[in-house]
């Protein structure tokens, strides 16, 4: 699994600008092309160059794996429009769930296997997850916070986690995602580790700040190194 350090605008937070399952990656326009080359190459995705409700943090709102994405409602429509339109060569549903909390990215953690939600995500809202990404939908604090996705990141292999995660945040894991994960963090320190790093079960692109044991640990985790 290849891992790479990159920074977008200058930011060492790249998870907070970008979503990708192992078809695509959506990221927002202005990072440049050699960058955009080396994320494919590393990911094994096609690139799509969109924004969200006009911002960049496209990594904050875009949640899903490969059988859909999900968005907030805030989305525009030509930047729905878009996202379909690429979506659709790689057979990816794309949907609209309405929630008055729009950070799908922090509230949901999910794979191809299953999904864990904030408690905070309405039940209607968290059936349509269900639906569009074909999974079991799971509610459930982890640490005590309601903000799962920004406390892990995960694939179909495994996973890295921020490291106040405990035995019951772990059961979790196991029973809902059916993974294994390694404690970790990014960026020199940072613990909410979703924020500086994105990855699929292909490869891996950490910020650049991102440290020599911070990177072997992230790719135990996400590559399922684990006894």
Do not use: W
Not at 3 to 29: A, C, D, E, H, Q
């Amino acid at each position: 699994m290849d891992i790479i350090r990159m920074s977008f605008f200058g930011n060492s937070n790249i998870g907070v600008y970008g979503f990708t399952n192992n078809k695509i990656i959506i990221l927002p326009p202005g990072i440049g092309r050699d960058d955009l080359a080396a994320i494919s190459e590393t990911l094994k995705v096609d690139i799509v160059e969109a924004r969200i409700a006009g911002t960049i943090l496209n990594g904050v709102f875009i949640n899903g794996n490969d059988n859909g994405i999900i968005l907030p409602h805030i989305v525009f429509e030509e930047e729905l429009s878009l996202i379909k339109e690429k979506a659709r060569e790689h057979e990816l549903s794309v949907e609209v769930v309405r929630s008055r909390h729009t950070a799908l990215g922090n509230l949901l953690l999910c794979n191809n296997k299953g999904c864990i939600t904030s408690p905070l995500l309405e039940r209607e809202a968290q059936k349509k997850v269900s639906d569009v990404l074909g999974v079991e939908v799971v509610e459930k604090d982890l640490m005590k916070l309601s903000i799962p996705g920004s406390l892990g990141v995960v694939n179909d292999l495994g996973g890295a986690v921020h490291p106040g995660f405990v035995e019951d945040d772990f059961k979790t894991l196991l029973d809902v995602l059916k993974i294994k994960a390694e404690k970790a963090t990014v960026n020199a320190g940072v613990p909410y580790i979703r924020s500086g790093v994105l990855a699929n079960n292909k490869g891996i692109v950490v910020g650049g700040n991102t440290t020599g044991p911070e990177i072997l640990r992230i790719k135990r985790g996400l590559g399922g190194e684990l006894e």
